[in-house]
């Protein structure tokens, strides 16, 4: 059975850092992403990464976030810099539900996916 846990969640000043980590069990290949929904707005993509050299993300998040993962420690990561107001939201990390399945576009995985319960991020002006 596939389980996500994400941490690493808070509260920071605009232009800050926060390194959210999603712990994955019962999934061990490369291809996984990192989702977030704010307030009255749609989930959406941030970043996804398709093997160990292949990763893209989001226009709004290009340059300041940095998708990795650490296979041995099974371990998802999403490091954020420079962090604005509009980055605050409620962040998930999903993978693919449908085995030998991975498509990524522009940052968004896309298809049928597993879920963690989602990691608090708050950035104040």
């Known amino acids: 059975q596939v389980q996500l846990v994400e941490s690493g969640g808070g509260s920071v000043q605009a232009g800050g850092s926060l390194t959210l980590s999603c712990v994955v069990s019962?999934?061990?290949?490369?291809?996984m992403g990192w989702f977030r929904q704010a307030p009255g707005k749609e989930r959406e993509g941030v970043a996804a990464i398709e093997s160990r050299d292949i990763s893209s993300y989001a226009d709004s998040v290009k340059g300041r976030f940095t998708i990795s993962r650490d296979n041995a420690k099974n371990t998802l990561y999403l490091q954020m810099n420079s962090l604005k107001p509009e980055d605050t939201a409620l962040y998930y990390c999903a993978v693919p539900a449908v085995e030998n399945w991975c498509a990524v576009v522009r940052g968004i995985l896309l298809g049928e996916k597993y879920w963690g319960q989602g990691t608090q991020v708050t950035v104040s002006s």
């Open positions: 019962g999934y061990s290949r490369d291809c």
